[in-house]
T-cell receptor, first 112, second 110 residues
Framework: NAGVTQTPKFQVLKTGQSMTLQCAQD?????MYWYRQDPGMGLRLIYY???????DKGEVPNGYNVSRLNKREFSLRLESAAPSQTSVYFC???????????FGPGTRLTVL | KQEVTQIPAALSVPEGENLVLNCSFT??????LQWFRQDPGKGLTSLLL???SQREQTSGRLNASLDKSSGRSTLYIAASQPGDSATYLC?????????WGAGTKLIIKP
């Protein structure tokens, strides 16, 4: 089992460019999440998907969109990247929304 | 609005000591509380999950307690080892979302 995988691991964008962060889990989990982590701060929830076919906004959804492609995959899209979106992005999954969450290794994104 | 605070932000202790990390939250209406470990440049690993109806959970040298009424949780690490060096984060679940503290960076000196 690979657990939760994320691609890419590193990315540098210019302001205004777009990109999609990919996440996949092989644990047959129903719920998936996208977080961002900024220096000196805890993680903040961007979007989550409680189950296949549903998505909901978290604490900081502005500037992002998500797609729950199927039960395994949950992608995060930045349509027009801004320097304020420079951060480390983590994807996580859990059996249900109240179960233990398992995290991917993260994507370090820099927007110039 | 739920807020989670972890004090201290950093802690350095000699190997072998027992230590306590603290987590406090402002709203006692939580579903559960979780403790995670984060190693530099890596993802997060879940250590312990305490349901709101529970008072503590134990895993090996780790023991986590929860006092909802006072809005506090502690993570006790017994007989600390250099391999315990990492950042420890706590998170509370409210309204299907995890609200996170900023973490305590722990250094265990050999």
């Amino acid at each position: 089992n690979a657990g939760v995988t994320q691609t890419p691991k590193f990315q540098v964008l210019k302001t205004g460019q777009s990109m999609t962060l990919q996440c996949a889990q092989d644990m047959n989990h129903n719920s998936m999440y996208w977080y961002r982590q900024d220096p000196g701060m805890g993680l903040r929830l961007i979007y989550y998907s409680a189950s296949e076919g549903t998505t909901d906004k978290g604490e900081v959804p502005n500037g992002y969109n998500v797609s729950r492609l199927n039960k395994r995959e949950f992608s995060l899209r930045l349509e027009s990247a801004a320097p304020s979106q420079t951060s480390v992005y983590f994807c996580a999954s859990s059996l249900t929304t109240s179960s233990e969450q398992f995290f991917g290794p993260g994507t370090r994104l820099t927007v110039l | 609005k739920q807020e989670v605070t972890q004090i201290p932000a950093a802690l350095s202790v000699p190997e072998g000591e027992n230590l306590v990390l603290n987590c406090s939250f402002t709203d006692s209406a939580i579903y559960n509380l979780q403790w995670f470990r984060q190693d530099p440049g890596k993802g997060l690993t879940s250590l312990l999950l305490i349901q709101s109806s529970q008072r503590e959970q134990t895993s090996g040298r780790l023991n986590a307690s929860l006092d909802k009424s006072s809005g506090r949780s502690t993570l006790y690490i017994a007989a600390s080892q250099p391999g315990d060096s990492a950042t420890y984060l706590c998170a509370v679940e409210s309204n299907y979302q995890l609200i996170w503290g900023a973490g305590t960076k722990l250094i265990i000196k050999p």
